[in-house]
């Protein structure tokens, strides 16, 4: 069975970070695609950031500059770090596994391409 569990989101004023980490149990992060989405009330789950089996990356180009994906392979776990928040960042983040096929990070933009989802953790970012 694969488990995630995200954790760290919070409140943050404008500007500041907050560090997301999704821990994962059941499924390697080193084979495996790994993205974060985020959603709000009465709209669709958001792409932020994935990262491939390979370790390639991809960003929607609203948080490009700001965030960073990375994996700890030993720990089995995915991060955000989320800097320079704005207050449009604030959402439910979402932590995603998708089974691996060998793509690149770009082909883990879509939503449908995960099959297991974490809890989501609640980010608040006041101006």
């Known amino acids: 069975q694969v488990l995630l569990v995200e954790s760290g989101g919070g409140w943050v004023e404008a500007g500041g970070s907050l560090r997301l980490s999704c821990a994962v149990s059941?499924?390697?992060?080193?084979?495996?695609?790994m993205g974060w989405f985020r959603q709000i009330p009465g709209k669709e789950r958001e792409f932020v950031a994935a990262?491939?089996?390979?370790?390639?990356?991809d960003y929607a180009d609203s948080v490009k500059g700001r965030f960073i994906i990375a994996r700890d392979i030993a720990e089995n776990t995915v991060f955000l770090q989320m800097n320079s928040l704005k207050p449009e960042d604030t959402a439910v983040y979402y932590c995603?596994?998708?089974?691996?096929?060998?793509?690149?990070?770009?082909?883990?933009?879509?939503?449908?391409?995960?099959?297991?989802w974490g809890q989501g953790t609640q980010v608040i970012v006041s101006s």
């Open positions: 990262v491939s089996w390979s370790g390639g990356t």
């Open positions: 059941g499924r390697a992060v080193s084979s495996s695609g």
């Open positions: 995603g596994t998708a089974p691996s096929n060998h793509l690149s990070a770009s082909s883990y933009r879509s939503a449908n391409k995960y099959d297991v």
